[in-house]
């Protein structure tokens, strides 16, 4: 008998199997980590312009400016228009994203650093991820309700303790434009799995001309233009061009692909670039408060995102 007859043959190695789901869901949080990069200079950017320029400009003007930067891409790309069905989910994202956020945190930081807009902002993966419950039907478990709480409550504490006693207007605005940014990239990101990223944002900047151009154009009427600096300048060019364009393509297009409560939770990261920006850019000094309520909001968004999310419908 031949000694080979009496060697045990090996098995063979069978690589794992691919997962679509699981390949599509990493995809998804590389997208929207890109987008987040290019939001996480938003408010020091906007703070930069609204030093100089009208708030109702830089909310409404910025949006004009990238609705004409979508018309050129939807005509050279020759995108259809959106079935009849989309129009309304169009809206809802525009009044989120377009219109609610950009104007409500314009005006905020015509009063407010940008580092103590961050920690409001602290909240957004939160509010994406509860919009999406009621929208996209994910389920969240318990741990992540709690976590929510948590994040508000730090959040309320920072801006009570702030203001001495009583919240103050742009708080109030930041609190409503987090609320509204939440509403608007879980619409959107719901509707970018049907139309893709890109196609959202600039279908959304489009149908909210017939507001954003004429508040814009009577915003250059009744504005003063002979003492705006560069700086304002670039940080109006920065939230048109890329926070309110470019990076909302990556980042509807990161939702679309995966969970939108789990994958919006890569803006738990934005607090911590925001105020490093704000710090490094506009020379802004980081208090204590602001930097441990920061820190509360983050680890309360940091635990929601360890949290394992399962997808439900509606029945």
């Known amino acids: 008998m031949s000694i080979l007859s009496n060697v ?3 098995p063979a190695v069978t690589p794992p199997a691919a997962n679509p789901q699981e390949d599509a869901a990493n995809l998804g949080l590389a997208w929207a980590s890109l987008g987040m990069l290019g939001f996480s200079l938003t408010l020091t950017a906007t703070r930069a ?3 100089e320029m009208n708030g109702l400009f830089v909310g409404f003007g910025r ?5 004409s930067l979508a018309a050129i891409v939807l005509a050279l790309r020759r995108d259809p228009l959106p079935a009849r069905r989309h129009w309304a989910p169009l809206v809802r994202t525009a009044v989120g994203v377009v219109i609610g956020f950009p104007a409500l945190s314009a005006l905020a930081l015509t009063s407010v650093p940008a580092s103590h807009a961050q920690v409001f902002l602290g909240l957004s993966p939160i509010a994406t991820a509860a919009f999406a419950v009621l929208r996209a039907g994910e389920r969240p478990p318990r741990a992540f309700w709690l976590s929510a709480l948590a994040g508000a ?5 920072f801006g009570w303790f702030h203001a001495g006693s009583a919240f103050r207007t742009p708080d109030l605005l930041l609190v409503a434009a987090v ?3 939440g509403f608007g990239y879980a619409e959107g990101g719901h509707l970018a799995r049907e139309l893709g990223g890109l196609r959202v944002v600039s279908w959304a900047l489009i149908v909210s001309l017939p507001l954003t151009l004429p508040v814009t154009l009577w915003s250059i009427h009744t504005a003063s233009w002979g003492h705006i600096g560069l700086h304002a300048w670039l940080g109006f060019a920065y939230v048109s061009v890329i ?3 470019l990076a909302f393509g990556a980042w509807y297009h990161g939702l679309s692909l995966g969970k939108i409560a789990r994958t919006a939770q890569v803006q738990l990261a934005m607090p911590v670039l925001g105020v490093g920006w704000a710090a490094l850019l506009l020379h802004e000094t980081l208090e204590l408060g602001t930097l441990l309520s920061g820190g509360a909001v983050i680890g309360c968004s940091l635990l929601a995102q360890r949290t394992r999310f399962s997808i439900g419908r509606r029945g």
Not at 63 to 67: K, N, S
């Open 8 to 10: 045990t043959a090996i």
């Open 49 to 51: 312009a609204v030093g």
């Open 63 to 67: 949006a004009v400016v990238a609705a």
């Open 153 to 157: 409550a730090a959040v309320g504490v």
């Open 179 to 181: 609320v509204l940014v």
């Open 243 to 245: 926070s309110m364009y």
